[in-house]
Structures are given as structure tokens and as C-alpha cells.
């Protein structure tokens, strides 16, 4: 019986791809496969994990014959998987040895269909290692619901970088089969939230626990950190027809917290089309972003605010990228 599938989407991961591998290969008492899906890498990740699949029996390497982006290779990952938990792990990221383990026996005691833990945020550039829930914040496992995954997704001063979104839940592979759940493939930002969001709307039942057993790799290059507005755009109407099914149910309490983080996603996209256009020298196009709505001159003028101080400190590495938190 195979408790857990770890599936690990790569592409160009030559760098990290043994490390991550390892940190699976090590998990304490779970009885596991491990399937990387190369998503078409023009560097040597597939030669490596082909390398490691043949010393171990666990590690089958699943090569895409095109290039399709996170969520093609997770979703390739899942219909290949044969374990009762699907546990996504990024090529860059890696397992503390007792997650799996720890985990499972949550969610069986439970009875969960999902169950995620704290994020250890490793720092690429300087090493330095923080949890995203602080220290404190969380004491005991607790049970999240869909008002409370929004309202965790909803930028504070106090905790910029806590973002639910984020998490990595093992989720039970039958409960995802039963509900038709997978990634949606037309987009490449905020894949994990729509997911989860799916998720949680089709009944999932959700633990999380406070310890942080997978560790974050925060990359000023990662696809997490790079943001269209066509990506914006997306999450953006996402988010308007949930809205609109909120207040179908009158749902209060869900209405004004997607309002919210409506209001954030509204305030990286105008933000995100003013620069960009002003960058490429478009001032006209620019001007429609500034003044696409009522509010969008506030949104973008909040934007800048928030951003200036990461421009300054990115400064030195060679430019900035929008976060949308």
C-alpha cells in the first residue's frame, strides 16, 4: 500500500533537483513513490532523476513531451499517482524527515481531506529561514474553513508574508477523483489558491498543523514572484464569481471578505498595467490603467507606497517583481 505520492513538477531544476529529491527519499515511517514530471527542461534535470531512479524504485521520472507549465506537469503528476495522499512538492523546496508521517496521522485522526502545515521561508539570497505563521500564532492544529482561507489571504501590515495561498496540503487522492478536482491548465499564477478554493467549496475538510516541516524556497525569480496582468486579470474574475455566488447565498461574512481581497488583487493589477506601460514608454495605455475605475488611482498610488521599500532593498539584486499578497 502506498500512503503518499510526492509529486515534484520541474523544469530547468538541475540545481536543486537531487536535494529535493533526497528530502523525500528520507521521510520517517510512510510508505511512498516519488514522480518528478520533468515539464520539458532544456538543462540535464531529467538525466538526473533518471540517475536516482535507478537506485531506488520509489523515484520514476515522468517526462512531458512539451512544455506546459506548473499545472499540466502537477496534473500529469496526479493521474500518474497511485498513493492515498497526493503530496506536491516544488523542485526548489524540500520535506522536513517527519512531514509525511506526521501529516498522514493527522489527517487520518481527522478524518481529513486535506492537511497542511506551517512553511519554514528559506531565503535564497541570504539563507535566513522564518515560519510564515509566526512563532505563537498557531498552538495547536486547527480546522480551516472557506471564509477563513480567504480572510488568510488577505495582506495585514502586521503579516505581510502570511498568505494561505502558499500552503502545501497533502490532499487525498480519492477525495480530488470523486469531485473531478485538478489544476486549471490555462493559467500560470494562483493555480494553488484556485485549487484550494475548488477544494474547500466542494465540502473538503481541512486541518492544518503548526509545525513547519516543508521548507519554502523564496526566489526573486520564481514564478510565485512574477505576475502579468493577464494573470491578475484571472484570479480577478475568479474572484468576481465567487462573489457573486456569496451574495446568490447571502453569505455576509464571505461577501465582505472576498470584497476584500477582490480589493488587493484590483490593486497589483492596475499597479502592474501602469508600470509596465510606463516602462515600455506607452503613456497613453498607461493613463488607462491610472483611470480604468473609480478607484483605481488610489489602488495604484497604495501600490507604489507598499512597493517602494522592496524596490529599494531589490535594488541591489538587479530589479523587483511585483508580489500580489
Known amino acids: 500500500m502506498i500512503q503518499a505520492s510526492v509529486i515534484i513538477p520541474a523544469y530547468n531544476a538541475a540545481q536543486y533537483i ?3 529529491i533526497a528530502s523525500a527519499m528520507q521521510q520517517d ?62 523542485a526548489d523546496d524540500s520535506f522536513a524527515p517527519t ?36 512563532p505563537g500564532s498557531l498552538t495547536a ?33 480519492d477525495f480530488l477523483m470523486q469531485h473531478g478536482l485538478r489544476y486549471d491548465e490555462t493559467v500560470r499564477f494562483a493555480e494553488d489558491f484556485a485549487l484550494y478554493v475548488a477544494c ?19 526566489r526573486p525569480d520564481s514564478l510565485t514572484q512574477i505576475q502579468t496582468t493577464g494573470d491578475l486579470d484571472a484570479l480577478r474574475r475568479r474572484q468576481r464569481a465567487l462573489l457573486d455566488e456569496a451574495r446568490a ?3 455576509a461574512r464571505l461577501v465582505a471578505l472576498l470584497r476584500r481581497h477582490l480589493r488587493t488583487v484590483d490593486r497589483c493589477y492596475y499597479y502592474r498595467g501602469f508600470t509596465d506601460e510606463a516602462k515600455a514608454r506607452r503613456p497613453r495605455a498607461a493613463l488607462r490603467y491610472l483611470f480604468a ?12 507606497a507598499r512597493q517602494l521599500p522592496l524596490i529599494l532593498r531589490k535594488a541591489l539584486r538587479g530589479g523587483y517583481k511585483t508580489v500580489a499578497r
Not at 486535506?114 to 539563507?127: S, Y
Open 18 to 20: 537531487e536535494a529535493t
Open 29 to 90: 515511517q510512510c510508505d511512498l513513490e516519488i514522480i518528478v514530471v520533468d515539464d520539458r527542461s532544456t538543462d540535464n534535470t531529467a538525466a538526473i532523476v533518471a540517475e536516482i531512479s535507478r537506485g531506488d524504485s520509489r523515484v520514476s521520472l515522468l517526462a512531458l513531451p512539451r512544455n506546459g507549465g506548473p499545472s499540466v506537469a502537477r496534473n500529469a503528476g496526479i493521474a500518474a499517482a497511485r498513493g492515498e495522499w497526493i503530496a506536491l512538492l516544488d
Open 99 to 134: 512531514r509525511l508521517a506526521t501529516l498522514i496521522a493527522l489527517g487520518e485522526t481527522k478524518q481529513a481531506d486535506m492537511v497542511a502545515d506551517n512553511l519554514l521561508l528559506v531565503d535564497a539570497v541570504d539563507g535566513s529561514r522564518t515560519p510564515m505563521l509566526a
Open 141 to 173: 492544529p486547527c480546522m480551516i474553513d472557506l471564509p477563513e482561507f480567504i480572510a488568510r489571504n488577505i495582506s495585514s501590515p502586521d503579516a505581510p508574508r502570511t498568505n494561505y495561498g502558499f500552503l502545501k496540503p497533502l490532499m487525498r487522492r
Open 200 to 218: 474547500l467549496r466542494a465540502g473538503a475538510r481541512w486541518w492544518l498543523h503548526p509545525d513547519p516541516l516543508y521548507r519554502y524556497l523564496v
Open 249 to 251: 447565498n447571502c453569505d
Open 293 to 304: 475605475s473609480p478607484n483605481s488611482v488610489l489602488l495604484v498610488t497604495q501600490e507604489s
